[in-house]
C-alpha cells in the first residue's frame, strides 16, 4: 500500500539551529514527493516537491532530496528562524491519480 | 493571490445531524478534494471530484457523507447523520491538474473544525 510515516513532533529549536524532519513513505510505483508547511489559523501550504528519484526540492532555505534507494524525502533547514514555527506535513501523490497521503504532522517551535 | 476559502470555521453539532462544510475553490481549477484529520492522526483522503463527478473516493467516505457541487463556485461536504468519530478538521483542497508543471499542486484551505457531541 502507500503511507508517508514522518518522525513525531514536537520539535523545538533555538533560532538558528539546523533542522531535520525526517519522513519515509511507502508506495507502489513511483510516487511524487511533498512537504506542506501549515503556519497557525492557516491552510496548508506547499512547500517543496520532488517528482522523481534524485531530484532536490528547495524553497524559503528547505530542502529535501527524493531517495529511492532509503524510501526517504526528509525536510533540512540550515539555520531555522522564528517564523519558521509551523506543523510539517510530508506527503506522497502516486503517478496515477489524484489521492495524496500525508503524515501525521510535525509541529516546530524555533525559540529565539 | 488567489486562495480556497472554507466555511464554517468551527461548528459544533450534536450527534445524529446532518452538517454541510462548504468550500470555495480557486476559480479556475478543475479537481477538488476533501481531506480530514482527526486530532493527532494522519491527514486523510476522503474524495476527489472532476467533471460533476467523483474520481476517487477513500473507504472512510461511505454513504453518510456526500459531495456536491450546486453551482459554479462552491463545492459542500455533507454528512448525512454524524457520529462522534466525525469530530475532526475537515480540509478542503482545489487543484489546477494532475499534469504538467506543477503536478499535484493541491492548495488548501485553513480547514473546518467539526466538533460533534
Known amino acids: 500500500g502507500n503511507s508517508v510515516t514522518q518522525m513525531e513532533g514536537p520539535v523545538t529549536l533555538s533560532e538558528e539551529a539546523f533542522l531535520t524532519i525526517n519522513c519515509t513513505y511507502t508506495?507502489?510505483?513511483?510516487?511524487?514527493l511533498f512537504w506542506y508547511v501549515q503556519y497557525p489559523g492557516e491552510g496548508l501550504q506547499l512547500l517543496l516537491k520532488?517528482?522523481?528519484?534524485?531530484d532536490k526540492g528547495s524553497n524559503k532555505g528547505f530542502e529535501a532530496t527524493y531517495r529511492k534507494e532509503t524510501t526517504s524525502f526528509h525536510l533540512e533547514k540550515g539555520s531555522v528562524q522564528v517564523s519558521d514555527s509551523a506543523v510539517y506535513f510530508c506527503?506522497?501523490?502516486?503517478?496515477?491519480?489524484?489521492?495524496?497521503?500525508f503524515g501525521t504532522g510535525t509541529s516546530l517551535t524555533v525559540i529565539p | 493571490e488567489p486562495e480556497v476559502t472554507q466555511t464554517p470555521s468551527h461548528q459544533v453539532t450534536q450527534m445524529g445531524q446532518e452538517v454541510i462544510l462548504r468550500c470555495v475553490p480557486i476559480s479556475n481549477h478543475l479537481y477538488f478534494y476533501w481531506y480530514r484529520q482527526i486530532l493527532g492522526q494522519k491527514v486523510e483522503f476522503l474524495v476527489s471530484?472532476?467533471?460533476?463527478?467523483?474520481?476517487?473516493k477513500s473507504e472512510i467516505f461511505d454513504d453518510q457523507f456526500s459531495v456536491e457541487r450546486p453551482d459554479g463556485s462552491n463545492f459542500t461536504l455533507k454528512i448525512r447523520s454524524t457520529k462522534l468519530e466525525d469530530s475532526a478538521m475537515y480540509f478542503c483542497a482545489s487543484s489546477a491538474s494532475t499534469s504538467g508543471p506543477n503536478t499535484g499542486e493541491l492548495f488548501f484551505g485553513e480547514g473546518s473544525r467539526l466538533t460533534v457531541l
Open positions: 471530484f472532476y467533471n460533476n463527478e467523483i474520481s476517487e
Open positions: 520532488a517528482t522523481k528519484a534524485d
Open positions: 508506495a507502489t510505483g513511483y510516487p511524487s
Open positions: 506527503a506522497l501523490r502516486r503517478n496515477t491519480g489524484n489521492q495524496f497521503y
